[in-house]
């Protein structure tokens, strides 16, 4: 089997966000860490070579598979920014209907910047993620 890529490293996360080269993009992950921090009182740590996560926790699959993973994350992409929160959660489906402009696939949430979307909502769908996940 494969070693699996996303896993927790010693890299840093400001030195990453400083590669990232559309100044409003790197603007808007440098206020999501800001965001995010505050929501789960977590410190920002690299994740793989491109994922920033917060927090993390045993992740038990019914296969009996485990691994570490984070609460929370996201990723700066070329075409968008992909949050990592349980976007497909049914108790996020009201506070997605008010965040603003943005697409989803599965768990992640995907935006082109910060203004397009109501920041108080965001705030409120990466709390109630953290929630979700730290009462399995």
């Known amino acids: 089997m494969a070693e699996l890529k996303t896993k927790l490293t010693g890299a840093s996360v400001e030195k990453f966000l400083k590669t990232v080269t559309d ?6 992950c440098f206020e ?3 965001l995010m921090e505050s929501a789960t009182k977590a410190e920002a740590k690299m994740w793989g070579p491109a994922i920033i996560g917060f927090g993390d926790y045993l992740l038990k699959y019914e296969s009996g598979k485990e691994l570490n993973w984070f609460y929370i994350g996201f990723s700066p992409r070329k075409q968008n920014i992909a949050l990592y929160v349980k976007a497909g959660d049914a108790s996020n489906k009201e506070l997605l209907k008010k965040l603003g402009k943005h697409k989803i696939g599965g768990s992640c949430l995907y ?12 705030k409120e769908l990466i709390k109630n993620s953290v929630k979700i996940l730290k009462s399995k």
């Open 23 to 28: 100044e409003q993009k790197r603007k808007d």
């Open 32 to 34: 999501i860490v800001k």
């Open 111 to 122: 935006i082109n910047k910060l203004e397009d979307i109501s920041v108080p909502v965001f």
